[in-house]
C-alpha cells in the first residue's frame, strides 16, 4: 500500500468511529428527557466492550483461517498479536477498520431497547453478540467461509454471480435490525406504549446526530473500497445522493400521509438512505442510488409504523430503518447493479434472476442465523442476571437509577 491509500484507511476508519458518538446524538435525541445519558451510554458502552470483544476473539473469528467451512479459528490472532507485531499496514489497517465496524453494528441495536434494559445486561450482551453473531456474519460474507455456498465456486449456487454487500447490508444493518427486533420482543414493550405519547425530548441532538452519520458514512462506504481508487469515489458519490434524496422520499410520505414534513422525518430519511446504499454503493450508477435512497426513504416512513399494529416495542425504530432499508439494499443489487463489478448486472440491466436470489439468500442465512443466535444469547441473560429494569425504575427514569445522574437539572 502507498502512503496515500494508508492516509485514506486511517481516515476512513476513524470516521467510521465517529459514528458511534454521532449515534449517541441521535438516538438519544429521539429518547425521552429522562433516558438520555442511559441511551447515549449504550453507545459509548459498545464502544468499550466492542474493542474488547474485537480484539480478544471477534477479529480472529472474523478473518482466521476457516474452521469446518463455518468460522475463522477463534483463537487465530488473540489480542492482535500477530497482526501487530507484523508491521504489515494493510494487515493492521483492516484489523482497526474491522473494530470500527464491529462496535457501531452492535450499538445500532440499542435503539430497540430504550428506557428499559438493564446497563449491565446491555454490556454483556454487546460483548457476546460482537464474537458469537456479528463476527461469524462477517467471516461468512467478508471472508472465505459458510458464505462461500453463496459465491461462484460454491455448491449451492455454482457458477452464480455474488453475493455482494461492499461495504454492510447485510453484516451490518440486516444483522442489527433482525437483533434488535429480537431484543425488544425478549424484553416486551414499555410502560405506555401504544397509549401515551413518546416524542423525541431534543430534536435539534436528532438532526446534528444525522448529520455526523451521514459524514462519518463517507467512511463506511468509500473507505469499504480498501483504496483511493474508482470506487472510492464512486461510493462516495452515490452514498451522498441515496441520502439525499431518502430524505425526500420520508417527506414525501409524511405530507401525504400526516400532513406535515418533520424534522425527525428528515433526519430518520438521511439514514434510510444511507443504510441501503450501503451494500449497493459500488454496484450501481447515480440513477440507480436515487432509487435506492428514494424507495429507502419511502419503505422505512411506512415501516416504522408497524411496530404498533403487531405490537413489538422497537423504540427507536431500529427495524424499520435498519432492517427494512438494508433489506431492501441488498436486493437492489440483484435489480439494478450497472455490471461495474466482475461484470454481474442486475435483472433490469440485463443480467438476469440469478444476481437477486443470491442476493435474497444471503440476506435470508443472515437473518436466520442473526435471530436464532440473538435469542440464544438474549434467554441466557434474561434467566441468569436479567434483562429488564424494575416497573418502578422505567417510570422514574432510566438514567438516574442506573448512571445517577440526569442529563438536565430542574429549573431552581
Known amino acids: 500500500m502507498d502512503s496515500g491509500n494508508i492516509a485514506w484507511l486511517l481516515t476512513s476508519a476513524s470516521l467510521v468511529l465517529l459514528m458511534t458518538p454521532a449515534l449517541a446524538l441521535f438516538y438519544g435525541g429521539m429518547s425521552r428527557g429522562k433516558s438520555v445519558l442511559n441511551m447515549?451510554?449504550?453507545?459509548?458502552?459498545?464502544?468499550?466492550?466492542?474493542?474488547?470483544?474485537?480484539?480478544?476473539?471477534?477479529?480472529?473469528?472474523?478473518?482466521?483461517?476457516?474452521?469446518?467451512?463455518?468460522?475463522?479459528?477463534?483463537?487465530y490472532d488473540f489480542g492482535l498479536a500477530d497482526t501487530m507485531a507484523?508491521?504489515?499496514?494493510?494487515?493492521?489497517?483492516?484489523?482497526?477498520?474491522?473494530?470500527?465496524?464491529?462496535?457501531?453494528?452492535?450499538?445500532?441495536i440499542s435503539g430497540s431497547v430504550a428506557d428499559r434494559m438493564k446497563f449491565s445486561a446491555?454490556?454483556?450482551?454487546?460483548?457476546?453478540?460482537?464474537?458469537?453473531?456479528?463476527?461469524?456474519?462477517?467471516?461468512?460474507v467478508w471472508g472465505d467461509g459458510f458464505?462461500?455456498?453463496?459465491?461462484?465456486?460454491?455448491?449451492?449456487?455454482?457458477?452464480?454471480?455474488?453475493?455482494?454487500?461492499?461495504?454492510?447490508?447485510?453484516?451490518?444493518?440486516?444483522?442489527?435490525?433482525?437483533?434488535?427486533?429480537?431484543l425488544a420482543l425478549l424484553l416486551g414493550v414499555r410502560k405506555g406504549f401504544g397509549k401515551e405519547p413518546m416524542r423525541p425530548h431534543n430534536l435539534p441532538f436528532v438532526m446534528l446526530g444525522a448529520a455526523l452519520l451521514w459524514f462519518g458514512w463517507f467512511g463506511f462506504n468509500a473507505g469499504s473500497a480498501f483504496a483511493a481508487d474508482g470506487f472510492a469515489a464512486t461510493a462516495w458519490v452515490n452514498t451522498t445522493i441515496a441520502a439525499g434524496i431518502g430524505i425526500l422520499g420520508w417527506l414525501v410520505v409524511e405530507k401525504i400521509r400526516d400532513g406535515k414534513a418533520t424534522s425527525l422525518g428528515a433526519a430518520s430519511g438521511v439514514v434510510a438512505g444511507l443504510v441501503a446504499i450501503t451494500p449497493a454503493c459500488a454496484s450501481v450508477d447515480a440513477f440507480g442510488a436515487a432509487i435506492i435512497g428514494l424507495l429507502a426513504g419511502v419503505l422505512s416512513a411506512l415501516a416504522v409504523g408497524l411496530k404498533y399494529k403487531f405490537g413489538y416495542d422497537d423504540s427507536l425504530d431500529v427495524v424499520g430503518v435498519h432492517l427494512v432499508s438494508g433489506l431492501w439494499g441488498t436486493l437492489a443489487i440483484g435489480l439494478i447493479a450497472n455490471g461495474t463489478i466482475n461484470g454481474d448486472a442486475g435483472l433490469f440491466y440485463g443480467g438476469g434472476i440469478s444476481l437477486l436470489g443470491v442476493q435474497a439468500a444471503a440476506a435470508a442465512v443472515t437473518i436466520v442465523y442473526s435471530a436464532i443466535a440473538t435469542l440464544i444469547i438474549g434467554l441466557a441473560l434474561?434467566?441468569?442476571?436479567?434483562?429488564?429494569?424494575?416497573?418502578?425504575?422505567?417510570?422514574?427514569?432510566?438514567?438516574?437509577?442506573?448512571?445517577?445522574?440526569?442529563?438536565?437539572?430542574?429549573?431552581?
Do not use: C, Q
Open 40 to 75: 447515549m451510554m449504550m453507545s459509548f458502552g459498545a464502544m468499550g466492550v466492542g474493542v474488547l470483544a474485537w480484539i480478544t476473539f471477534g477479529y480472529s473469528i472474523s478473518a482466521g483461517d476457516t474452521m469446518n467451512d463455518i468460522i475463522g479459528d477463534p483463537f
Open 86 to 108: 507484523s508491521g504489515d499496514a494493510m494487515g493492521i489497517i483492516s484489523a482497526g477498520f474491522g473494530a470500527t465496524f464491529a462496535i457501531i453494528t452492535v450499538a445500532l
Open 122 to 140: 446491555w454490556l454483556l450482551f454487546a460483548f457476546l453478540w460482537v464474537i458469537f453473531v456479528y463476527s461469524p456474519v462477517s467471516h461468512w
Open 147 to 182: 458464505a462461500a455456498l453463496l459465491g461462484p465456486d460454491g455448491p449451492l449456487f455454482e457458477s452464480l454471480p455474488g453475493p455482494y454487500d461492499f461495504a454492510g447490508g447485510t453484516v451490518v444493518h440486516i444483522n442489527a435490525g433482525v437483533a434488535g427486533l429480537v
Open 382 to 412: 434474561k434467566y441468569t442476571i436479567g434483562l429488564r429494569v424494575s416497573e418502578e425504575v422505567e417510570i422514574t427514569g432510566i438514567d438516574l437509577a442506573e448512571h445517577g445522574e440526569t442529563a438536565y437539572e430542574e429549573a431552581k
